[in-house]
């Protein structure tokens, strides 16, 4: 396998630069380039030691530098691995980079460095994939749960769930092919349980991509009421700065206004959308427009009222709309004398929340709202792990032909057919730990990640 050189820090300035070579010849490229002020040549540098020196090209000086020597095995990727970290100037990073692309390394692909990890056997493909989410992580939580599965715990989860699997093929396998042998027979009731086992540990797994999902990329969340309820001034509360224009005059949010605002642990994408009412102005019946289609795509809506007023019909008519949706009933205005209370709501069954917007009231119980209504109140951040897409498609996959073979088993199908459908389902399992992934399935994976890592 080729020698590969990437800069592995980000391309801008910073106080250092690492450039990373990976290959049998790493080590012989970096004593090209490198001359330690020190009397141990590059080659006979012993492995996690570093040596401090100058990068030189051409007999020209590009830098001083730390030199860091990895050998294989005991490295990152399994292969030798020299670091070079040199000063963080773009210009000087790239002239190294080049230093080692001249003297015989290939520039490496994204992700080169632990697809390497991959194919030697550090690490798993979950684990692989977890190095990407703990780069990408914004939160505690996302990052935790990256941090568990680069530790391999997705991986261990999956593997025990397949030799549960494993060990039943193996078992109904020795049935199947000899039948006229002394075997105890398969039973299908111990059958049965283990398969709903394995369900329902595949349902969990799905379960925590729905919530990593809402933490990696945020709640799509619609602020809709009638004019002048306090839309913008509860964006701008939950903002924590004023985005939008406050004033007393309805209608004064025309266009659909976006931002993320974070609260506590969750991501809000908030659209503060026109107050939805009547109206013969153009211009703002094309932002009441927009305002129904935010609320008709959004995953939650926060629903505005003016406590301080009775409830009108366009409210009447906005809770009407909203009945069938995931929304919060946010009673603003709370500071006032309140003319409506929690109880108007009771036959909506919503959740209530009491804010005042003008003087940052409610801010924690709009959270602890959220968190419940989409059941991340009881998530436990030390054991759980947030899967990504393509995970999440094999174990679709996989719990859908475990739910086949229990269907099989109970209309008394043959114990072949259980055995295929459970065989696939195991090559779903190992597809996503990248135990029987194709080549193809292993590309697509390190296609994501960032040219270095
Ligand atoms: P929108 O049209 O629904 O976006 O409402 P705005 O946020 O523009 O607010 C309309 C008016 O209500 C402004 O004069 C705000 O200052 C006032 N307002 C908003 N929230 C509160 C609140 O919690 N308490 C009080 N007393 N006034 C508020």
């Known amino acids: ?43 006979q540098m012993n492995g996690h030691t570093c040596a401090y020196g100058k990068v030189v090209y051409n007999k020209k000086t590009i830098d001083d530098a ?36 001249e003297s015989g390394a290939e520039p490496a692909e994204p992700g080169e460095f632990t697809k390497r990890a991959f194919l030697n056997g550090k690490l798993s ?17 996302a990052l935790n749960s990256a941090n568990l599965a680069h530790e391999g715990m997705l991986f261990k989860r999956i593997k025990n769930t397949t030799d549960n699997l494993v060990s039943i093929l193996a078992e109904l396998a020795a049935w199947v092919d000899y039948p006229e042998e002394d075997l105890p027979s398969v039973e299908n009731g111990a059958l049965t349980l283990s398969l709903n086992t394995a369900i329902s540990q595949l349902s969990q797994i799905l379960c925590d991509y729905d919530s990593g999902l809402i933490f990696r990329e945020g709640i799509d969340t619609a602020i809709v009421g009638r004019a002048n309820v306090g839309k913008s ?20 949010t025309r266009d659909v206004i976006e931002e993320s605002a974070r609260l506590g642990e969750i991501v809000l994408k908030l659209s503060d959308t026109a107050g939805i009412r009547q109206t013969d102005d153009k211009v703002e ?21 003016d406590a301080s007023e009775e409830l009108t019909t366009e409210d009447i008519k906005l809770l009407d709309e909203i009945k069938d949706k995931q929304c919060i009933i946010v009673l603003n205005k709370t500071d006032l004398t309140s003319k409506i209370s929690s109880r108007d709501f009771a036959k909506y069954n919503k959740p209530v929340v009491m804010v ?10 709009l959270e602890n709202v959220i ?49 295929v459908t459970i065989s696939k ?9 990248g135990e029987k992934a194709t080549e193809a399935v292993v590309d697509q994976v390190f296609h994501n990640f960032c040219v270095g890592k």
């Open 125 to 141: 493909l979950t684990q692989a994939e977890a190095v990407m989410d703990v780069i990408s992580a914004e939160g505690r939580q």
């Open 356 to 365: 005042s917007a003008k003087e940052q009231n409610g801010k924690k119980d």
């Open 1 to 43: 396998m080729s020698t590969i050189c990437a800069i592995s820090t980000p391309n801008a300035v910073g106080g250092i630069s690492v450039i990373r070579i990976s290959g049998e010849d790493a080590v012989n490229i970096a004593e090209k380039i490198f001359v330690p002020f020190s009397k141990t040549p590059v080659s």
């Open 425 to 433: 389902a195991c090559d779903f399992l190992l597809e996503l730990t």
């Open 285 to 305: 019946s094309l932002g009441v427009d927009l305002a129904m289609k935010k609320l008709a795509n959004s995953r939650l809506i926060m629903a505005v009222f």
């Open 233 to 252: 001034s509860l964006m701008n509360m939950l903002l924590g700065f004023d985005r939008s224009i406050v004033t007393d005059i309805a209608g004064t």
């Open 371 to 419: 968190l419940s209504l989409f059941k991340l109140d009881n998530l436990n951040s030390d054991t759980t792990i947030f899967t990504n897409e393509r995970q999440k498609n094999c174990v679709e996959k996989a719990k859908n032909n475990l739910e086949l073979a229990l269907n099989a088993l109970e209309f008394g199908e043959t114990l072949d057919a259980v055995t």
């Open 66 to 101: 730390v030199l860091t020597i990895f050998l294989a095995p005991k490295s990152y990727t399994g292969e030798n691995v020299a670091e070079i970290s040199c000063h963080g100037g773009i210009f000087v990073t790239k002239e190294v980079l080049r230093a080692c692309i």
